[in-house]
């Protein structure tokens, strides 16, 4: 199944991918996810919200255990950070029917649609929307850098934007979700653990600071004459990491859009994403504050997740499938935690990641490490099937 998708919407300069939501990347990969389900003789569906399910069972009959995880990636990201997810699901399933297991109630296989929002800025769409987190309004409303909106996207892949909305038809299938995901950290590196297993998801959002200016022409403007946001945006860049520092808290601004984007030219508009997380919900409220006034910016929040802890009876039954596995917490946003959010048992497991690095190329997991995840949830997906 690796060797299917590893050169889909892979950069072969860089070796990054780049698998926008309803790229051409993207739909190559969700026609794969079509074809593997096929070839297993699941049932597959897309949801009103273009989220994909291949199940193995009737879920309408009884809600089913769901594993699974994404196929788009961040703009130069890594192989492992959602296809490992799907891959070790098909994989897992593929083990317990070669065991001769048989599931006493539905199992259930996802690929969630955008949950990088790589393209359209906020993530987790698919999730979002399924769950009514997100108004299909403004969903339909957001637009990428070629000034194209979802709702356009949508059209032009075949679907109709005007289904997006809250689906309780396909939550009601959805008994109990579990995303096995390549670890964005060190932890496991540093427990000499293979495979962990997630208590909590930190409390994360992130924030458009729009610049405003005056374009004007690089070379004959007086400095004195001048009104550059990129100044305001730099000093704002600078004061963040420091009030990073003071919180406790994480923020980086990791993407901007200048206008004109010229190199002869003083921007008139600089526009830039802050991304802000940490352990204390109330210290990333205080930094964003302290820098909204700071900047002088219009701030606009694009997406704001609380506190996400884990359904701890399920965490039990999964750390305990999985041997005994650490449990730790996790700074990176899932589609685990907006179902948990929505109020569906959710579950984590994580899978080691030798260099720590995620949303880059660098990103990686060892094969073994990778086999250890598909045993661990074939044994979680055994506990939950089996009554
Ligand atoms: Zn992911």
Redesign the pocket.
């Known amino acids: 199944m690796w060797g299917a998708i590893e050169h889909l919407g892979r950069d072969g300069r860089t070796r990054g991918y780049l698998r926008d939501a309803w790229s051409p990347a993207d739909l190559e990969l969700r026609r794969w996810f079509g074809q593997e389900a096929a070839r297993r003789g699941l049932d597959l569906r897309e949801d009103r919200n273009g989220n994909l399910w291949a199940w193995w069972g009737d879920p309408s009959v009884r809600p089913g255990v769901v594993t699974g995880?994404?196929l788009d990636s961040v703009r130069q990201g890594g192989a492992f950070?959602?296809p490992l997810?799907v891959v070790s699901a098909f994989a897992a399933l593929d083990l317990l029917r070669a065991r001769g297991f048989r599931p006493a109630r539905p199992l259930g296989i996802a690929c969630f649609t955008d949950?990088?929002g790589a393209r359209f800025g906020v993530p987790c769409v698919g999730s979002r929307l399924l769950t009514g987190i997100l108004d299909p309004d403004r969903a339909r409303a957001l637009t990428d850098d070629e000034g194209d909106s979802l709702a356009e996207v949508l059209r032009a892949a075949g679907r109709d934007p005007g289904a997006l909305g809250r689906d309780e038809e396909t939550l009601r299938h959805v008994g109990v979700f579990v995303e096995l995901?390549?670890e964005?950290g060190k932890d496991l590196i540093h427990r000499d653990a293979p495979v962990g297993v997630a208590s909590a998801i930190w409390p994360h959002g992130r924030w458009r600071f729009d610049f405003h200016g005056q374009a004007n022409h690089a070379g004959t403007t007086r400095l004195a004459d001048r009104d550059d946001p990129m100044l305001p945006f730099a000093r704002t860049v600078l004061h963040a990491r420091q009030a990073a520092e003071r919180g406790g808290v994480v923020a980086t601004f990791g993407r901007t859009r200048v206008s004109p984007n010229n190199a002869n030219a003083i921007p008139g508009l600089v526009s830039a994403w802050l991304d802000a997380r940490g352990g204390d919900e109330e210290a990333v409220r205080a930094l964003v504050a302290e820098l909204t006034e700071f900047s002088g910016a219009e701030v606009t929040v694009e997406s704001w997740t609380p506190v996400v802890d884990f359904d701890a009876v399920l965490r039990e039954r999964v750390v305990a499938a999985a041997g005994g596995a650490p449990v730790l917490p996790t700074g990176?946003g899932?589609?685990a935690g907006i179902l948990a959010s929505a109020g569906v048992p959710s579950a984590m497991v994580f899978v080691r990641n030798p260099t720590g690095i995620s949303h880059s190329p660098d990103e990686h997991a060892e094969t073994a490490d990778c086999h250890a995840g598909v045993t661990v949830l074939a044994a979680v997906l055994e506990d939950l099937c089996a009554s």
């Open positions: 995880s994404h950070d959602g997810g949950e990088e995901h390549v964005q990176a899932h589609d």
